[in-house]
């Protein structure tokens, strides 16, 4: 039963995504992982409720290069420094599917993200694989 929830959750990741994306680095400010919100536009997607989480999921564009980001936000107002946030580049391909309920598996599929937070006591790192919301 757990293999083929594997193969089942890969073929929608492959399906849904372009899995694994190689997201090539331009050299641009908002690729630094101490970019300022102020370099980017953001539009609010909305909340991902999944395991009551409460994520926010906003879409954000370099004012710079003009590359799309995915930033999800999650902190948990019972435990003190536990704000956390990812961030990842979006292609135009792949931005339509992206909702907030999916948006952690998105950033889990890429092949780098930025991340930071009072939870790892970061202004931001670079990161793959599994996020720690």
């Given at each position: 039963?757990?293999?083929?929830?594997?193969?089942?959750?890969?073929?929608?990741?492959?399906?849904?995504?372009?899995?694994?994306?190689?997201?090539?680095k331009?050299?641009?400010?908002?690729?630094?992982?101490?970019?300022?919100?102020?370099?980017?536009?953001?539009?609010?997607?909305?909340t991902?409720?999944?395991?009551?989480?409460?994520?926010?999921?906003?879409i954000?564009?370099?004012?710079?290069?003009?590359?799309?980001?995915?930033?999800?936000?999650?902190e948990y107002?019972s435990?003190?420094?536990?704000?956390?946030?990812?961030?990842?580049?979006v292609?135009?391909?792949?931005?339509?599917?992206?909702?907030?309920?999916?948006?952690v598996?998105?950033?889990?599929s890429?092949e780098?993200?930025?991340?930071?937070?009072?939870?790892?006591?970061?202004?931001?790192?670079?990161?793959q694989?599994?996020?720690?919301v």
């Amino acid at each position: 039963m757990l293999i083929s929830y594997f193969w089942s959750y890969k073929f929608y990741l492959k399906t849904n995504f372009s899995f694994m994306n190689k997201i090539q680095k331009l050299g641009c400010a908002c690729e630094k992982p101490n970019s300022n919100y102020t370099e980017y536009r953001s539009s609010a997607l909305g909340t991902d409720h999944t395991d009551g989480r409460y994520g926010e999921v906003t879409i954000q564009q370099c004012k710079l290069c003009q590359r799309i980001w995915i930033h999800y936000f999650v902190e948990y107002e019972s435990f003190s420094k536990s704000g956390r946030w990812y961030k990842g580049i979006v292609s135009k391909k792949d931005r339509p599917n992206i909702t907030p309920e999916n948006a952690v598996e998105y950033l889990e599929s890429l092949e780098w993200y930025v991340y930071g937070g009072s939870f790892f006591e970061s202004t931001g790192e670079f990161g793959q694989g599994k996020l720690n919301v």
